[in-house]
């Protein structure tokens, strides 16, 4: 039997920031690895030098290459000479496969593989919400134009990627079931991913690492820090990982409970480095799909109290002590106080290693959408 040809995979998406650029990451060295050549095009207005950095390292991976141009978060007029550009772009890289990942990411893979496809171009149409348009209230006038407007795509579209369970009832809820094909591949993270990082000499009780932005929960975690001082009897030390625009929000919120020397803040740094500060990492979004944060911190040995959200009980388990009703700073520090001082509370609570790795890793991840690709590339 003649071995499957390679592919040429393009992925699209606007923010080279979190957890969407995660997955793109890992999918590139992956398929590059299996000898697939591998394209990136997104926003060139957000990210900044720790951005540039992911980009240098993942360049080995991207034969055909990085294609940076301000596509913006709103919808609005610029986005047509965004698609034109996009157009053309994509057309010269001539993919077999377009996988749009988030709402901008997939209006820009699904239509221009349409009008690709208009010209008699074989290429296949895929794409993976990661949240996006799903975090639109139901009843919301903005919520029911992107969700006609994500019932209009699916007739452009081969196959949607959910990275979870809960992605899919969410979609399936707010927007109906789809009308074209759809499956489940979860997340997964690179074998390197699964180590223990120590903490360093100057580490800290608890760490929030992420975006700084109200949907992530900073301003939770700052208050469940102090309840759990309360609760402790004693000054604890926590840090704030991210960039982001309530940055000076969060500061001002610290100062003003007088945390200003327990809390410190420190810039987005790579996800092993940011680890090396503590044992216990705090997730207390409001609204998530499957973040990769809870995933890298698990496969680092760390433990995590994470919101009752998205797909996070598929990997702490639904019934899991660490997952906490988001925007309840008093339950979660309340948790927080308990895995300080109760040493075994990590290892009653965290999922068994062999079990989480054979379910989230990337291999598996990369292995199953090269599968979905190559079957939907074939019934065009």
């Not at 944060?293 to 698990?298: K, S, Y």
Request: charged letters at 25%; glycine letters at 10%.
């Amino acid at each position: 039997m003649a071995e499957a040809p390679p592919l040429r995979i393009v992925h699209c998406f606007r923010s080279p920031i979190g957890g969407i650029f995660r997955h793109v990451r890992d999918l590139a060295e992956q398929h590059s690895a299996a000898g697939h050549q591998v394209g990136i095009l997104c926003d060139s207005s957000t990210g900044g030098a720790h951005e540039d950095r992911l980009f240098e390292q993942i360049m080995p991976y991207l034969s055909l290459g990085v294609t940076r141009f301000p596509i913006g978060r709103s919808v609005g007029l610029k986005d047509m000479a965004a698609l034109a550009e996009a157009y053309k772009l994509i057309k010269e890289l001539q993919p077999d496969i377009l996988h749009g990942h988030g709402a901008k990411g997939g209006v820009i893979a699904r239509l221009i593989g349409s009008l690709l496809r208009v010209r008699r171009y074989r290429v296949a149409r895929l794409y993976s919400p990661h949240g996006g348009s799903l975090h639109f209230a139901s009843r919301s006038l903005s919520g029911q134009g992107v969700f006609a407007a994500e019932r209009i795509l699916e007739r452009m579209t081969e196959s949607i990627s959910f990275v979870c369970d809960y992605e899919r009832r969410t979609y399936e809820a707010k927007i109906g079931k789809p009308r074209c094909a759809a499956t489940r591949v979860y997340n997964g993270i690179s074998e390197r991913d699964f180590a223990r990082i120590p903490v360093r000499p100057d580490g800290v009780d608890f760490a929030y690492i992420g975006m700084l932005r109200d949907l992530k929960g900073p301003d939770v975690f700052i208050n469940a820090f102090a309840e759990a001082e309360r609760l402790v009897g004693r000054p604890l030390s926590g840090l704030i990982i991210g960039d982001g625009p309530d940055l000076e929000n969060y500061r001002r919120m610290v100062e003003q409970k007088g945390l200003g020397r327990r809390i410190d803040f420190r810039p987005a740094m790579p996800i092993t480095q940011a680890f090396g500060y503590s044992d216990i990492i705090v997730v207390p979004s409001r609204a998530e799909a499957m973040p990769y944060i809870v995933l890298e911190a698990l496969a680092a040995e760390k433990a995590v109290i994470a919101s009752l959200v998205g797909g996070i009980p598929e990997i702490l388990g639904s019934d899991s002590e660490a997952l906490i009703e988001p925007g309840r700073a008093d339950l979660f520090g309340a948790t927080m106080a308990k895995a300080l001082t109760d040493p075994d509370w990590a290892k009653r609570t965290m999922p068994g290693p062999e079990a989480f790795h054979s379910r989230f890793s990337a291999v598996v991840m990369a292995r199953e959408l090269e599968a979905l690709y190559r079957a939907q590339l074939a019934r065009i």
